[in-house]
């Protein structure tokens, strides 16, 4: 047995000991000050090295300093994800997740009386995922997923089922051209070729049943049972499963997400694409209490058989916590002579990318109601990060770049920039310019809606922004130069305006390859 392998046995065990495998399930009503302290006081201390405040950290973590503030005084019982997102806050090298695991370890019991009532069908809340391994295997037309995952029975009662679920989307972030496509051709449970087992080397197939069956959405129930019989999953035992599908790529978009809905100790992801069409992968990790943020740890590339395999590996990720690799192919599939190279402006439709000739650039885009949309443009936000990663793998933004929700088809009044140089993200809600600067210069300006040209456009070296927050809280931010530039050429987007409305009498856009600074950032 490996270490690795040793190490997530001993850590299973703990667990499963910590959840109540083999023993009368427990409950606590209250914190001791001495238990409390055994992670508030690590907690504290770490804030102290940093030298951060609790704004600072809650800010940090993406909670509330609120509930910061709850946890340290003792009012609140810190959570697995708490620990880790103070942890990777503080860069506390796992103190914090060690401390945490003391805490819980310490917890006080107290075993009640009365007896606890079950509902006949045991819930998966029982459940937790020693290991969950998904596979994406692409043959130039077809996607294959291959998902394993090693579960444990950490309960009172046997499991006899164990939902999974399929979605598909071809085009994310325009969800009426995907409707469109879906409503019209139809993902279908023959062309899925749905295929389900249960053991160690696919022992005993395993029998489904369909929850829900929609157009772009399946969800099933794996049963521990064939016609042979039934193997349930009882207290103590663990199994693992492995279910496969297949999907055609013109319903397949370019992306595979894992979304964590039980405890999970490890997850491992690999995508494996032909090597001739010269796949660029990147991922994407959200939750609850985060926006889309790049994966902390590189994705591994190895090259083998003519084949390209992109691996990635995370252990303990939070429950409700998304991790999303997408990918773009720099060549496609053909048996031709190569052809011209794209445009600039047709690779940035083949990303998703709106082009100018579409009416949802030329007006106002929707404002949101906030803080009562909050939801919401939390989402969209998360697709326009999505997409400026998506594209800045295709090309090289030495000026920065930014991105408004009508250009990935989204009637909203949501844009962001990303300044050159930084992975820091400017977050524009209903925003608008309320007062500009007396001094004005010219730059040549892109777009990605019509990449193909460059136009001298010029703007104030100083603007003054009025934009809002997710709470709702109005606020004025004032930018300066470059920045300045990248704001106001994407809350023009969000007024219905492009730069080329902008530019002076007589002059007009110059083709791409007549302009030198691709890639470059802006003078001053």
């Known amino acids: 047995m490996s270490w690795k392998t040793e190490s997530y046995s001993r850590r299973a065990h703990a667990y499963s000991r910590s959840a109540g495998v083999g023993g009368s399930m427990a409950t606590q009503d209250e914190d ?5 302290d055994v992670f508030v006081g690590e907690l504290r201390r770490w804030r102290e ?15 509330s300093r609120s509930y910061v503030s709850k946890v340290e005084s003792g009012h609140e019982r810190p959570s697995r994800e708490f620990a880790k997102a103070a942890d990777d806050a503080l860069n506390a090298g796992g103190a914090l997740r060690r401390a945490w695991r003391d805490y819980e370890a310490l917890r006080p019991v107290v075993v009640r009386a009365t007896p606890i009532e079950r509902t006949p069908e045991p819930s998966t809340r029982s459940l937790f995922v ?9 043959d130039g037309r077809t996607y294959r997923a291959i998902m394993r995952r090693r579960l444990v029975n950490y309960g009172t009662d046997p499991i006899t089922r164990y939902m999974i679920r399929i979605s598909v989307d071809r085009f994310p972030g325009d969800p009426d051209l995907s409707n469109q496509l879906y409503r019209d051709r139809p993902l279908t449970w023959e062309e899925l070729d749905l295929q389900a ?3 160690e080397d696919r022992s005993e197939p395993m029998r489904w049943v369909a929850q829900h069956d929609r157009d772009a959405f399946k969800e099933v129930w794996l049963q521990f049972a064939n016609d042979s019989g039934h193997f349930p999953l009882y207290p103590g035992q663990s199994t693992w499963i492995e279910y496969t599908y297949t999907v055609r790529d013109d319903k397949w978009g370019n992306w595979f997400q894992r979304a964590i809905r039980l405890p999970t100790l490890l997850l491992s992801v690999r995508l494996d694409f032909p090597e001739h069409l010269d796949p660029a992968v990147w991922g994407l990790h959200t939750s609850m209490t ?10 591994d590339e190895q090259r083998s058989n003519n084949r390209r395999v992109f691996s990635w590996t995370t252990e303990e990720p939070p429950l409700h916590a998304r991790y999303r690799l997408e990918w773009h192919f720099r060549r496609k599939p053909s048996t031709q002579p190569a052809e011209p190279a794209e445009k600039p402006s047709q690779v940035m439709r083949s990303l998703g990318v709106v082009q100018s000739d579409d009416p949802i650039l030329h007006r106002p885009a929707k404002p949101f109601q906030l803080p009562e949309e909050a939801e919401v443009a939390k989402r969209v936000i998360a697709e326009l990060v999505s997409a400026a990663k ?8 030495g000026k920065g770049i930014g991105f408004a929700a009508n250009q990935i088809g989204i009637d909203r009044a949501a844009a962001i920039v990303f300044p050159p140089g930084t992975d820091d993200v400017i977050m524009l809600l209903n925003a608008r310019i309320i007062e500009n600067g007396e001094q004005f210069d010219e730059q040549y300006e892109g777009c990605l809606s019509f990449f193909d040209v460059r136009g001298l456009v010029p703007r104030p070296l100083v603007i003054h922004v009025e934009h809002q927050e997710l709470s709702g809280a109005r606020k004025i931010t004032i930018f300066e130069r470059g920045v300045a530039r990248l704001v106001a050429h994407e809350i023009d987007h969000l007024h219905g305006k492009l730069y080329i409305d902008r530019l002076p009498p007589g002059t007009e856009a110059i083709p791409i390859e007549q302009y030198g600074g691709s890639g470059l950032n802006w003078q001053y």
């Open 49 to 63: 090295v940093r030298g951060m405040s609790r704004t600072a950290v809650a800010v940090a973590m993406g909670y």
């Open 390 to 397: 998506r594209v800045s793998a295709a090309h090289t933004f």
């Open 290 to 299: 985060a926006e889309a943020m790049p994966f902390r740890t590189a994705i």
């Open 32 to 36: 001791s000050p001495a238990h409390q």
């Open 197 to 199: 087992w249960c053991g």
């Open 130 to 138: 020693e290991h969950d391994d998904a596979e994406l295997r692409y």
